[in-house]
């Protein structure tokens, strides 16, 4: 089991930055992938960026790419995502994500990880607004 918590959500103006964290606990060691998803309100939810442990390669949906960094810190089991040059378009709920590692091969996994339904643990989410 993995728990994943999100924090650090809030109100922002357009131009801004802001970053969120996630944490994990539990079996950690286990995972093949953390990601950061995003939910606006009565839309679906899309992949925003991924990260793969050990090595740490980063990736990113194509249309966020330059203003959106994934980071993590393994001591505190902790995931971040820094979001720069914000846009109303931000606006929406952020999750953190986790893939369990061994229930596919890695590039199997990696080759179709925009779908959510790859992921098997979910945080409850952090709310992030941004005003114009």
């Known amino acids: 089991q993995v728990q994943l918590v999100e924090s650090g959500g809030g109100s922002v103006q357009a131009g801004g930055s802001l970053k969120i964290s996630c944490v994990a606990s539990?079996?950690?060691?286990?995972?093949?992938?953390v990601a950061w998803f995003r939910q606006p309100a009565g839309k679906g939810r899309e992949v925003v960026a991924a990260l793969e442990p050990p090595d740490g390669n980063r990736y990113y949906a194509d249309s966020l790419k330059g203003r959106f960094i994934i980071s993590r810190d393994t001591a505190k089991n902790t995931l971040y995502l820094q979001m720069n040059r914000l846009t109303p378009e931000d606006t929406a709920m952020y999750y953190c994500a986790a893939a369990v590692d061994g229930r596919e091969p890695r590039f199997a996994f990696w080759r179709d990880w925009l779908r959510s339904a790859k992921y098997h643990y979910w945080g409850q989410g952090t709310q992030v607004t941004v005003s114009s």
């Open positions: 539990g079996n950690t060691e286990s995972l093949a992938a």
